[in-house]
């Protein structure tokens, strides 16, 4: 059963982006990238995701500042995605504004790899989100140079 107040949330920031999420919808709406469709906003278990691409099994989350503070409850938010084989990719708000085409572009690229298998564990848990981890490919890390994507 979906969480009501979790759809509300999801609902509620769809309406409200930060700029670099309005930046990089522009990219990802209506199939513009390489043909896959992304969803703004999307519930998966206890977690909202900004972006989700169900056939790629790729999640895409725009970090502002708050995360640096929060480096704990996203790692235990990617492990939870991770083992339901959703991929995870992280970007600074700051990296999106300034850097856009290389975002879109390491976007693209992990577009390009098969689409991961959950783990047996999380099967058994949960049989209605099938995802898989990724290779890790960052291209800094939030707490050096503020840039990052995983």
């Given at each position: 059963?979906?969480?009501?107040?979790?759809?509300?949330?999801?609902?509620?920031?769809?309406?409200?982006?930060?700029?670099a999420?309005?930046?990089?919808?522009?990219?990802?709406?209506?199939?513009?990238?390489?043909?896959?469709?992304?969803?703004?906003?999307?519930?998966?278990?206890?977690?909202?995701?900004?972006?989700?691409?169900?056939?790629?099994?790729l999640?895409?989350?725009?970090?502002?500042?708050?995360?640096?503070?929060?480096?704990?409850?996203?790692?235990?938010?990617?492990?939870?995605?991770?083992?339901?084989?959703?991929?995870?990719?992280?970007?600074?708000?700051?990296?999106?504004?300034q850097?856009?085409?290389?975002?879109?572009?390491?976007?693209?690229?992990?577009?390009?790899?098969?689409?991961?298998?959950?783990?047996?564990?999380?099967?058994?848990?949960?049989?209605?989100?099938?995802?898989?981890?990724?290779?890790?490919?960052?291209?800094?890390?939030?707490?050096?140079?503020?840039?990052?994507?995983?």
């Open positions: 059963m979906r969480n009501k107040r979790l759809q509300r949330y999801a609902r509620k920031m769809r309406r409200h982006p930060s700029d999420e309005r930046r990089l919808w522009y990219y990802l709406r209506r199939k513009q990238l390489q043909g896959f469709r992304f969803r703004r906003q999307v519930p998966i278990g206890p977690y909202i995701v900004d972006f989700y691409c169900i056939e790629a099994r999640a895409i989350e725009i970090d502002g500042s708050q995360h640096v503070r929060r480096r704990e409850y996203d790692h235990g938010r990617d492990s939870y995605l991770l083992r339901r084989g959703v991929r995870v990719l992280r970007f600074w708000n700051n990296e999106v504004l850097n856009l085409a290389g975002v879109v572009e390491v976007i693209g690229r992990e577009l390009q790899l098969p689409p991961p298998c959950p783990s047996p564990a999380s099967r058994e848990r949960d049989s209605r989100h099938f995802i898989r981890k990724a290779g890790e490919a960052t291209i800094g890390s939030p707490s050096t140079s503020g840039g990052k994507h995983r």
